[in-house]
């Protein structure tokens, strides 16, 4: 079955430490993206890639960085500089030829910093 | 401004009782509509696409007005499995806009 794959779904870190959450896709899906969602807010956007080895920053880029080597994988680095990184994250992806296309999303992880 | 605003709710309605809402946008080159339900601690899944003329899935309404930028969702004969909250989403293309989502519950 095809589908966006994150992992793990629970994470804690002790505060300071730099963690990277995996999202990995088989719907052949060129773009794809990272949202972060708390507790009674919307989803805001991390960062975005609608190609292989590119990327752009969304809302809130900072303290957290991204990589696309592969149309597959966007992995998220949850960095220490990141002041406030308890929160649940969202992968997505859609076709980026489609502008009006729909996004899938992965069941999230649930990061906790202690 | 936000890109995307909701009315939080909660609306709270007995079963078979018909709820709407709202959510109004600021870019007016906004092409793409979305609703997306979320339930609790999971991930949002895709409602419906909401189109220029309006459109229907079963007891799901959606509205598009341009002019007043704003979409709308409505609900019909609203079941207990209905309640959750739901999201409307906007975007000019690639980078979507969320709301923070509108919390209906159904009660028996």
């Known amino acids: 079955d095809g589908g966006i794959t994150q992992s793990p779904k629970y994470l804690f870190r002790k505060e300071g430490q730099n963690v990277t959450l995996s999202c990995e896709q088989n719907?052949?899906?060129?773009?794809m993206y990272w949202y972060r969602q708390d507790p009674g807010q919307g989803l805001r956007l991390i960062y975005y890639?609608?190609?292989?080895?590119?990327?752009q920053k969304g809302d809130i880029a900072e303290g957290y960085s991204v990589s696309r080597e592969k149309k597959e994988s966007f992995p998220l680095t949850v960095t220490s500089a990141q002041k406030n990184p308890t929160a649940f994250y969202l992968c997505?992806?859609?076709?980026?030829?489609?502008?009006?296309?729909?996004?899938?999303f992965g069941e999230g992880s649930r990061l906790t910093v202690l | 401004r936000k890109e995307v605003e909701q009315d939080p709710g909660p609306f709270n309605v007995p079963e078979g009782a018909t709820v709407a809402f709202n959510c109004t946008y600021s870019n007016s080159a906004s092409q793409s509509f979305f609703w997306y339900r979320q339930d609790c601690r999971k991930e949002p899944k895709l409602l419906m696409s909401v189109y220029s003329s309006g459109n229907e899935d079963g007891r799901f309404t959606a509205q598009l007005n341009r002019a007043s930028q704003y979409i709308s969702l409505l609900i019909r004969d609203s079941k207990l499995s209905d309640s959750a909250t739901y999201l409307c989403?906007?975007?000019?293309?690639?980078?979507?806009?969320f709301g923070a989502g509108t919390t209906v519950t159904v009660r028996a």
């Open positions: 989403v906007v975007g000019p293309d690639y980078k979507l806009s």
């Open positions: 719907l052949n899906h060129d773009a």
């Open positions: 890639s609608q190609i292989v080895n590119d990327f």
């Open positions: 997505a992806s859609r076709w980026a030829d489609q502008n009006t296309g729909e996004l899938f």
